[in-house]
């Protein structure tokens, strides 16, 4: 086979069982209607400021305004929902969707200001927690998410950021909550010296020949700086194994009583990673490359069954469905545990 | 939009959105989460001006946002796209070729982010040359060149591999 045809097939089998969700187009337009009532709450905030200048009485039309959507309790039913937003010039599109078992679909508030997220959900009869929050900040995440059917008057929890947090991309059920990261908080990150220690942690084991081979830090996508090894006889622009250690407040609140609660990724054709945090305010993330990962199960089933993987493929294959999660996970938990904070 | 044009944009969103996703994984390896949000992203945009485009072929306006913005995506997760690169852990049948398959995404992952574009393009949505161009906005060398040198830094790769393995 032709190496177009061979990548085009691995490709069909990377987005095999991959399908669009049949509520795409109502998605979208819901999006669609939510950007415009944002650029028109823009226009009325804009038109407000514009009489207020010119008429000091219009400040007054503007706070009462603010008055109309906050007052609301929260216990408002979704009756008294649909009043107030018909009484919101601003919120003439958001509708509440009411299921035949009484439960009602959460609005959407990402990306909206505390002020207003807490006054479109409490137009909608929910409770607004917010869970974290800078001032000025806008929503980056909500739970449930909008769009989901929860009882009436059921609570919704928010975080807010200066700007939107770039959130590591682990399970959503071990993703409580993200804080943001703290202004003018610069990271810290030093050179490895002699290769073990890095951006505030060292890491105290390492599989065997494996050597320093590069280390990034500071780049504008959250994460603070990663540190790359190599095993010796790759050349300097591969890498056997990267920790990545976010260094900000940008940690994962999952359990951290013991490495043992640590995440582990292990899904074919990705390369396997450990997300732990040694402390509450500093992750790392240990990744093996797809290869290391492979050489790893294929040493263990050497050692194990005193068997050549070429000798016998297929038997290889299946010990290495069954046990290579488990080879690679223990390596993985071996590196995690190993790591400690130096500051 | 009239109802006409409603229903037309349903259908359009009906036939093309599992394509697009496809593109958008292979392109930026983003989780089906993202991957999700961001073709949503664009059939938004698509839909905003779509009483234009949908008598223009609005299947290539489409795939050409979703490149877009796939590309964008990718530069700005670059470090942390390995791990949710990943296929559904069901699909763990073993095969003979699963390796082999394995090997090729991953290096088509290491590829800088236009070149896999490229690749994907071509070969996943059997584009031409010409049609590729136009989608990346390059010429019709820099499509021929970037899948060569693609193609070839693969084949390089996995011969190294094949190397180390034996």
Redesign the interface.
């Known amino acids: 086979m032709r190496?177009?045809e061979?990548?085009?097939?691995?490709?069909?089998?990377?987005?095999?069982?991959?399908?669009?969700?049949s509520v795409?187009?109502a998605?979208?337009?819901h999006?669609?209607r939510v950007?415009k009532v944002r650029v028109r709450t823009a226009g009325v905030v804009l038109a407000t400021v514009t009489v207020a200048v010119v008429m000091p009485a219009g400040r007054q039309i503007g706070s009462g305004l603010a008055v109309n959507l906050e007052a609301r309790p929260g216990s408002a039913s979704t009756q008294e929902a649909t009043s107030t937003q018909g009484a919101a010039s601003t919120q003439g599109d958001m509708s509440v969707r009411v299921d035949t078992s009484g439960k009602v679909e959460v609005p959407t508030v990402i990306d909206l200001t505390r002020e207003r997220a807490k006054a479109v959900l409490k137009a909608a009869g929910f409770k607004a927690v917010v869970l974290k929050d800078l001032r000025h900040g806008w929503v980056t995440r909500q739970v449930p998410d909008g769009g989901q059917l929860v009882p009436a008057g059921s609570t919704v929890s928010l975080v807010l950021a200066a700007e939107p947090v770039?959130v590591?991309?682990?399970p959503?059920s071990l993703l409580s909550t993200l804080a943001p990261a703290e202004k003018g908080s610069e990271p810290t990150l030093r050179d490895p010296g002699d290769g073990r220690e890095f951006g505030g942690v060292r890491f105290g084991y390492l599989p065997k020949d494996l050597i320093w081979t590069r280390s990034t830090t500071g780049?504008?996508?959250g994460?603070d700086g990663?540190i790359f090894w190599r095993e010796s006889?790759l050349p300097s622009d591969r890498y056997s194994v990267r920790a990545?250690v976010f260094q900000r407040k940008t940690t994962l609140r999952f359990k951290t009583a013991g490495v043992r609660d640590a995440v582990v990724?292990y899904?074919?054709?990705?390369?396997p990673?450990i997300l732990w945090a040694p402390r509450p305010d500093l992750m790392v993330?240990v990744?093996l490359?797809?290869?290391y990962a492979?050489k790893l199960t294929k040493a263990d089933y050497a050692t194990k069954l005193g068997k050549d993987v070429k000798a016998d493929?297929d038997s290889y294959?299946?010990y290495?469905?069954k046990f290579g999660k488990a080879v690679i996970g223990r390596e993985l938990r071996k590196i995690a545990n190993a790591i400690t904070a130096t500051e | 939009m009239t109802d006409e044009d409603e229903k037309a944009f349903d259908e359009f969103v009906a036939a093309r959105s599992t394509a697009l996703l496809h593109t958008a994984v292979l392109v930026c390896g983003a989780s089906r989460h993202d991957a999700e949000d961001l073709v949503q992203n664009a059939l938004e945009r698509i839909y905003r001006h779509w009483g234009r485009i949908q008598h223009d072929n609005p299947e290539a306006y489409a795939r050409k946002v979703v490149v877009n913005l796939a590309i964008n995506l990718y530069r700005r997760r670059r470090v942390i796209q390995e791990i949710t690169f990943a296929r559904p852990p069901d699909t763990l049948v073993h095969s003979p070729n699963l390796e082999l398959r394995d090997a090729l995404l991953g290096e088509l992952r290491r590829l800088p982010v236009r070149m896999r574009a490229v690749l994907v393009l071509r070969y996943w949505e059997d584009l031409s040359e010409a049609e590729t161009a136009t989608l990346m906005g390059c010429s019709v060398g820099t499509v021929k060149s970037q899948a060569a040198r693609g193609l070839a830094r693969i084949r390089e790769r996995m011969g190294t591999l094949e190397g180390v393995r034996g």
Request: glycine fraction near 8%; avoid cysteine.
């Open positions: 190496l177009e061979e990548l085009a097939e691995a490709m069909r089998a990377q987005v095999e069982g991959i399908h669009a969700p795409m187009g998605v979208v337009r999006r669609h950007r770039p590591p991309t682990v959503n780049v504008a996508s994460e990663s006889g990545v990724t899904e074919v054709g990705a390369a990673t993330q990744e490359s797809v290869e492979a493929k294959a299946d290495a469905a």
